[in-house]
């Protein structure tokens, strides 16, 4: 975007801020001679004293001379009492001093601001000006230090402090910058996102900034926002860079809060091309503007860019209507979304931020960033956090427990009707029914209702039925229902009540495969069990059986012989070799958890289970196993064939 305007809705041009940084005791200094000049040149003005009053006092008479006693001596190194002693820098008696003026040209002294320009300059731009504007915004005790980012402790659940502390920088940098979306595994997503919001030092020679920049990024492209919000956070505004500004200003606004980047944008803020270049930095700085109490400056920004067209007319209203919220000076603003297309994150997050509903024709073509963000944007409509939810609870956003929580908020609210109110009823029935036959039927009747609406690629109704199917007690009557009921345990981690159910499945089955895989205490798989699943397995290419013996060869609960043969009859490839799995078998063999799981995460990025191989789940498994990561690993290996 090309600035034109000048004056009262952008200041001085760029080369006048760059000037004045260096001389503003300059001119300061001119400015007071000039003021001094221009009296001179007017006429003595008339006393409004009292004849007398302004007349000097007469000087006293002088009186006779008296003989003067000669100084006495002080302590060694004094000077004679009597002497005069020239006050000490800084004491009420030293005589005032200027500044030493700046030596300027006349080229700089022309670029200098006029008075009537500096009665227009917001509180903002006179501190950039005249360089008063502070680098941090609290107090030095208050100051965190940078030796440690992130949010879980390893008492809290968080890697080891320093994972990465003596790991070569550029490999770590290239693992970050390499995860550029979605996992294929809910869980592997989970995994992932603990790693990144561990208390981490960075590694040796990394900048912590730029570090942690790059955690809050890989989380970004999750569609974590919350998460990535809290990572920024943990580091003072006063020490971001522009790296971590741009990222976190785009976890504030996938998270619905962009008064949170107020701090980075009134302390540093973008240079000036990049505020051009991103029309989204203007509105944000007026937003900040308002909510700091300068409400006049905001409605001058939002008018100048609403004049100057730098933004879709929508995006402009939303702001002014955000702006608004913060107090005076601000106008009604209505809304249309008739001319609306498309839609974008600073739209997305500002509509739902002041409660301006999304037309849903506008998710029809959407990406899927708007479902991950409206996932956790608590001020969005419970119907739409609904239709949001199954895309971010199967990609492990969303946990089983918030999933629950949703759907009795539907449930609660007597105005949600139509399918979410039947889903909502028939969950409850899943919990409560007396009859264990009838809370199957419930927990089927919601599989169902999900695959039908998201496909048989979905795993959000397993999600939403875990708890529910933990409450069914095993028996061999509901064999039927046995492989649904351990898939939906498994989905939130409930393994000991999915182990519960081992006895009463056939030896082949899916559930039995999923017990073999999830089982916290385990064993070797029977060679009997596996050759009747893969007789049985329908799945594409027998993917659900090479991700079996993949899943059971990394846990170590299948005879090497056996998995010799199983290799020749599916065609496995479990024996090459690549890059990546040898940097996280090394990994492995150093026991670093923080870099196995980051390589975890740049190895299964992907839509879909159909793009992960057996080769690299078989890896996966192995290497977490290898680090004490089991439990992760029997999840991982349990949902591959739940899901492929």
């Given at each position: 975007m090309k600035s034109t305007a000048r004056g009262r809705e952008h200041g001085p041009s760029v080369r006048r801020i760059a000037l004045v940084g260096g001389f503003a005791g300059a001119f300061v200094g001119a400015l007071l001679a000039g003021i001094a000049s221009a009296q001179e040149e007017q006429s003595a003005p008339e006393s409004l004293l009292p004849p007398g009053f302004d007349d000097p006092a007469p000087s006293p008479s002088p009186s006779p001379a008296r003989p003067q006693a000669a100084p006495t001596?002080?302590?060694?190194?004094?000077?004679?009492?009597?002497?005069?002693?020239?006050?000490?820098?800084?004491?009420?008696?030293?005589?005032?001093?200027?500044?030493?003026?700046?030596?300027?040209?006349?080229?700089?002294?022309?670029?200098?601001?006029?008075?009537?320009?500096?009665?227009?300059?917001?509180?903002?731009?006179?501190?950039?000006?005249?360089?008063?504007?502070?680098?941090?915004?609290?107090?030095?005790?208050?100051?965190?230090?940078?030796?440690?980012?992130?949010?879980?402790?390893?008492?809290?659940?968080?890697?080891?402090?320093?994972?990465?502390?003596?790991?070569?920088?550029?490999?770590?940098?290239?693992?970050?910058?390499?995860?550029?979306?979605?996992?294929?595994?809910?869980?592997?997503?989970?995994?992932?996102?603990?790693?990144?919001?561990?208390?981490?030092?960075?590694?040796?020679?990394?900048?912590?900034?730029?570090?942690?920049?790059?955690?809050?990024?890989?989380?970004?492209?999750?569609?974590?926002?919350?998460?990535?919000?809290?990572?920024?956070?943990?580091?003072?505004?006063?020490?971001?860079?522009?790296?971590?500004?741009?990222?976190?200003?785009?976890?504030?606004?996938?998270?619905?809060?962009?008064?949170?980047?107020?701090?980075?944008?009134?302390?540093?803020?973008?240079?000036?091309?990049?505020?051009?270049?991103?029309?989204?930095?203007?509105?944000?700085?007026?937003?900040?503007?308002?909510?700091?109490?300068?409400?006049?400056?905001?409605?001058?920004?939002?008018?100048?860019?609403?004049?100057?067209?730098?933004?879709?007319?929508?995006?402009?209203?939303?702001?002014?209507?955000?702006?608004?919220?913060?107090?005076?000076?601000?106008?009604?603003?209505?809304?249309?979304?008739?001319?609306?297309?498309?839609?974008?994150?600073?739209?997305?997050?500002?509509?739902?931020?002041?409660?301006?509903?999304?037309?849903?024709?506008?998710?029809?073509?959407?990406?899927?960033?708007?479902?991950?963000?409206?996932?956790?944007?608590?001020?969005?409509?419970?119907?739409?956090?609904?239709?949001?939810?199954?895309?971010?609870?199967?990609?492990?956003?969303?946990?089983?427990?918030?999933?629950?929580?949703?759907y009795s908020e539907l449930y609660a609210d007597e105005a949600i009707t139509g399918p979410l109110g039947d889903r909502a009823q028939q969950l409850r029935s899943a919990y409560m029914a007396s009859d264990p036959a009838q809370r199957i039927k419930a927990i089927e009747g919601l599989w169902n209702a999900f695959d039908a609406d998201q496909g048989e690629s979905d795993y959000a109704g397993y999600i939403l039925t875990a708890y529910a199917a933990a409450r069914v007690p095993p028996a061999s009557a509901y064999g039927e229902a046995a492989g649904g009921l351990v898939s939906a345990m498994l989905a939130a981690g409930l393994d000991r009540d999915a182990a519960s159910w081992d006895a009463m499945v056939d030896e082949g089955s899916e559930a039995w495969a999923l017990i073999a895989l999830g089982d916290p205490i385990g064993g070797e798989a029977s060679t009997g069990g596996i050759n009747a699943f893969i007789d049985d397995d329908s799945s594409a290419a027998q993917i659900r059986s090479r991700f079996l013996i993949a899943g059971l060869a990394g846990l170590g609960r299948l005879d090497p012989g056996d998995l010799s043969s199983f290799e020749s009859r599916l065609s496995l490839g479990l024996d090459r070799q690549t890059r990546w799995r040898q940097m996280i078998s090394r990994a492995a063999q150093v026991n670093n958890q923080a870099l196995v799981v980051l390589l975890v995460g740049l190895g299964m990025q992907g839509e879909s289970w159909s793009q992960m191989t057996p080769l690299h789940l078989y890896t996966i498994i192995d290497s977490l196993v290898r680090v004490g990561l089991e439990a992760e690993a029997r999840m991982i290996a349990a949902e591959a064939v739940a899901r492929g």
């Open positions: 001596a002080g302590p060694p190194g004094t000077a004679p009492l009597g002497t005069p002693v020239a006050p000490p820098p800084g004491s009420a008696g030293a005589a005032p001093t200027m500044p030493p003026a700046a030596d300027l040209s006349a080229e700089e002294l022309a670029d200098l601001p006029s008075l009537e320009e500096l009665e227009d300059l917001s509180t903002d731009q006179l501190d950039d000006l005249f360089g008063l504007k502070p680098k941090y915004d609290m107090p030095p005790a208050a100051r965190r230090a940078l030796s440690q980012v992130g949010l879980l402790a390893p008492a809290e659940g968080g890697l080891k402090t320093a994972s990465l502390a003596r790991q070569p920088q550029r490999l770590v940098r290239a693992v970050l910058a390499g995860i550029g979306g979605p996992l294929v595994s809910r869980w592997g997503h989970i995994l992932l996102r603990r790693a990144l919001a561990s208390r981490l030092s960075a590694p040796q020679g990394m900048d912590p900034v730029e570090f942690a920049a790059l955690r809050i990024g890989v989380l970004n492209r999750m569609g974590e926002f919350p998460v990535a919000r809290a990572l920024a956070q943990d580091v003072d505004a006063g020490n971001w860079n522009q790296a971590l500004g741009r990222e976190a200003i785009t976890a504030y606004i996938g998270a619905a809060d962009p008064v949170g980047a107020c701090p980075y944008v009134q302390l540093r803020g973008l240079s000036r091309e990049e505020r051009d270049a991103d029309p989204r930095w203007v509105m944000l700085s007026a937003i900040c503007n308002a909510y700091a109490g300068e409400s006049t400056r905001a409605v001058s920004l939002l008018d100048a860019a609403f004049n100057n067209e730098i933004a879709p007319e929508i995006d402009i209203l939303l702001a002014r209507r955000y702006a608004g919220a913060a107090g005076r000076g601000q106008r009604g603003v209505s809304i249309e979304w008739e001319e609306v297309d498309s839609l974008n994150a600073w739209r997305f997050a500002l509509a739902n931020a002041v409660g301006e509903p999304v037309p849903d024709r506008l998710f029809d073509d959407a990406p899927a960033y708007f479902t991950r963000a409206g996932a956790t944007m608590a001020m969005a409509p419970l119907a739409s956090r609904a239709r949001f939810a199954s895309r971010a609870a199967s990609e492990g956003i969303l946990s089983a427990r918030a999933l629950v929580d949703l």
